[in-house]
């Protein structure tokens, strides 16, 4: 099946500052990604989707100002969590739909984020 | 709106025990309906889905899934569950206007005792 890589897999950041998560297509093009948020125990929740070449669009209650959403080719996505807080740790997962295939998704390792 | 139900939260069956987990999905039209299986600290496998056509779906790892319209169902089956199948199992369907975004369950937790 198609390859989604994620990174970083883990990262620790202090209060205040940005991380930027990656998202890429290995081996197909995405004109569409996921992003979703899974607190522990819990299931996914859909954070946004971002389109290629045009602004992501977000689900209610997300705030985009301080989730930052780019996706500028057909392989790349990121997701850049601004002004980070301790509430905004968790584990981040992306996802890509393939082109030109059916709505299969493929998801990336995830990113465990640890803000401090 | 769309949604996916699953009424087991935590699961535990004996190594070698055939296994069901259970899946109730709400959406008004032909759902495309998926089983993803997530290990500790880990991203999402796709374990099989449904599109269309034969409603038994055979996935991998020896995993299978029936589609039963008349239930809204699509439970997830494996007739001998090894220890490395212990993980957290997640339902979902994609929601309207085939944007592929998913709507998943709350997810089920399969714990095996040896």
């Known amino acids: 099946g198609a390859v989604v890589s994620q990174h970083p897999s883990r990262v620790i950041c202090k209060s205040g500052t940005s991380v930027k998560i990656e998202c890429r297509s290995l081996d197909f093009q995405a004109t569409t990604m996921f992003w979703y948020r899974q607190f522990p125990k819990q299931s996914l929740m859909l954070m946004a989707t971002?389109?290629?070449?045009?602004?992501?669009?977000?689900e209610q209650g997300v705030e985009k100002d301080k989730f930052l959403i780019n996706h500028a080719s057909l392989t790349l996505s990121t997701l850049t969590v601004t002004s980070a807080h301790p509430e905004d740790s968790s584990f981040y997962i992306c996802s890509a739909r393939n082109t030109g295939g059916k709505t299969e998704a493929f998801f990336g390792q995830g990113t465990r984020l640890t803000v401090v | 709106a769309q949604s996916v139900t699953q009424p087991d939260i935590h699961i535990t069956v004996s190594e070698g025990a055939s296994l069901e987990l259970r899946c109730n999905y709400s959406y008004g039209a032909t759902p495309y309906l998926f089983w993803y299986v997530q290990s500790p600290g880990q991203g999402l496998q796709l374990l099989l889905k449904y599109f269309s056509g034969d409603t038994l779906v055979q996935g991998i790892k020896g995993f299978e899934a029936e589609f039963k319209r008349s239930q809204s169902s699509f439970n997830l089956r494996k007739p001998s569950v090894h220890w490395s199948d212990a993980a957290e199992y997640f339902c979902a369907v994609v929601g309207s206007g085939n944007t592929g975004k998913l709507i998943f369950g709350q997810g089920t937790t399969l714990q095996v005792k040896p």
């Open positions: 971002s389109n290629e070449g045009s602004k992501a669009t977000y």
